[in-house]
């Protein structure tokens, strides 16, 4: 299987921080890494697929970035309807895996 | 716009078969290059992934679960389903069918989700 290391597993916050969260692979994955945000009660939203490639409709304060195994997203001007928890994701075979998470609450 | 929505009983008793189905509106579960899948949170934790079916009927299954999981289509009725056999307290989770495509370049990720329905498992 392919491990994926989320951190920080959480982190508080003001709006209009810039909030970077980190996901390992634990082996190569080439850009098949995406990211979700998920709400309470809710299902995951799709917010980046493929490393960087953001979704239509995601604001653009959100990113994508990789370097080797590491990938990084950044909200780059947090909002309040930002605090959610986030989740990376490896497509790169069909064997899925999910990060642990990483929780972004309010200071 | 794809759509999908679970629906299953709330509560199952142990040792028993968990059975959930999840309906796609918006489009055709037998059209190629989407694959239907079947993913899992368990209360205030991570998602896992159980398995996924493909319009011809092929499946893949996580190595975790593979010996109690079976996934299936029902054309006729533009559904898949998830049954989870044997379940014990620790299959008590939210479980999300989910959709992806495979695109010349590989998978791709987890598009289209439904809203997620509590199973608890309990005597």
């Known amino acids: 299987d392919i491990q994926l290391t989320q951190s920080p597993s959480s982190l508080s916050a003001s709006a209009g921080d810039r909030v970077t969260i980190t996901c390992r692979a634990s082996?190569?994955?080439?850009?098949?890494l995406n990211w979700y945000q998920q709400k309470p009660g809710k299902a995951p939203k799709l917010l980046i697929s493929?490393?960087?490639s953001l979704q239509s409709g995601v604001p653009s304060r959100f990113s994508g970035s990789r370097s080797g195994t590491d990938f990084t997203l950044t909200i780059s001007s947090l909002q309040p309807e930002d605090f959610a928890t986030y989740y990376c994701?490896?497509?790169?075979?069909?064997?899925?895996?999910f990060g642990g998470g990483t929780k972004v609450e309010i200071k | 716009q794809v759509q999908l929505q679970e629906s299953g009983p709330g509560l199952v008793k142990p040792s028993q078969t968990l059975s959930l189905t999840c309906t796609v509106s918006?489009?055709?579960?037998?059209?190629?290059?989407?694959?239907w899948s079947w993913i899992r949170q368990h209360p205030g934790k991570g998602l896992e992934w159980i398995g996924y079916?493909?319009?011809?009927?092929?499946?893949y299954y996580s190595p975790s679960l593979k010996s109690r999981v079976t996934i299936s289509l029902d054309t006729s009725k533009n559904q898949f389903s998830l049954k989870l056999s044997s379940v014990t307290a620790a299959d008590t989770a939210v479980y999300y069918c989910?959709?992806?495509?495979?695109?010349?370049?590989?998978?791709?990720?987890?598009?289209?989700w439904g809203q997620g329905t509590l199973v608890s498992v309990s005597s």
């Open positions: 989910a959709s992806f495509g495979k695109y010349s370049y590989g998978y791709g990720p987890f598009d289209y």
């Open positions: 918006g489009g055709s579960i037998n059209s190629g290059g989407y694959y």
């Open positions: 079916v493909y319009y011809s009927g092929s499946t």
């Open positions: 082996q190569s994955i080439s850009n098949y």
């Open positions: 493929a490393a960087s």
């Open positions: 994701q490896q497509s790169y075979n069909s064997l899925f895996t």
